[in-house]
């Protein structure tokens, strides 16, 4: 019986074999991969060792398998977290709260979460509400004192890190928390008055922030790409007003994503410069285009560009190359095809590009 097996790697971390718990962790859950105290133990290992997508994994099938269950919740809550999946995190947080009610952590990560959301001041009153469970928590302190620095209320910031020093004179927090403030504050009141307000009303709206969530998802699709992790990815983008195209390579086969990663390598070497492409440069690479003498490799820069411009004239050309195309270039024919309609319709709708499809396009 797993409960049994359970027992016993309980006394091994009782023992301190730390590597040899997480073994058996393994190969409890091989065994019975529905047992939820495992999951939940070993998807907490590995969210503290830095394995994000492999706890969240775990995390989530315990969720799913016990959507009762308040910890599986917070522990998925705080996997979330560490994979900016900030407005998902929020949702299993209030949830863990129903089942967990005097659970500090959970006020403490929903206040962070309302931090990293934007809504700044929402945010701090829920971490004090944390505090008010827990009134010595210096990570709590430190949630506060980064939450006000956030907003430029150096001088609470500065309070709140006083309290981590009369805790824990020599805690390598208050320290790094302290140099960050001063920082901050220093390079605020450099500005103007109107830059000033001007930073303020950037604070308020949270649009900094919004921007370095924006990268930081669309960075993650090269880590998390299971089908779960980008419906995820996805679901935040679009609460940030995002959706359009994202292409996913992992279900196309071996040549395909050859030919995919190639296309994407190409994009680098056929950047614009900052102030756009000079006039006569659409004129040349649409008779590299067509030339029949032009190497395949200077062709398939033609087709890269083409696809970036996101206009009719240039999906017109690639449509037309497409008819005659070698042989060779009609995977990186029908990839510039789609890219350029996606970015034309991106631009009529006035969005990103942003949409799973788990299909080849060479198929269509």
Known sequence: MPEEKFQKIIQMAQENKEEQVETALTNLIKQYPDFVPALLWLGDILLDKEKIAQSLKLLRKAVKIEPFNGWAKLLFASALMRSDRFYLAREYLIQASYFLPEEVEIYRSLGWVKVMLGNTKKGIETLKKALSLSPNNILIYADLASAENAIANFSAAKKWVQKILSKDSKHPLAKMLMRSIKINQRNFQ??????????????????????MRINLLIKSIRRFNSRDDLEEIAFELKKMGISGEINILDNFQDKDKKIAREYLKFHQKISPPKNNWPKNHFRSWVK????KKSSLTNKKKALVFFAQQGDQKSLEIIKKYLQQSEKKLSHWSKLALEECWSRLRSKKKGEPIVRIRWSSPFNS
Do not use: G, R, T
């Open 190 to 211: 450099h500005l103007s008055p109107s830059e000033k307000k001007k930073a303020k009303k950037i604070v308020d709206k949270s649009e900094a922030n919004i921007l």
């Open 288 to 291: 590299i285009l067509f030339d």
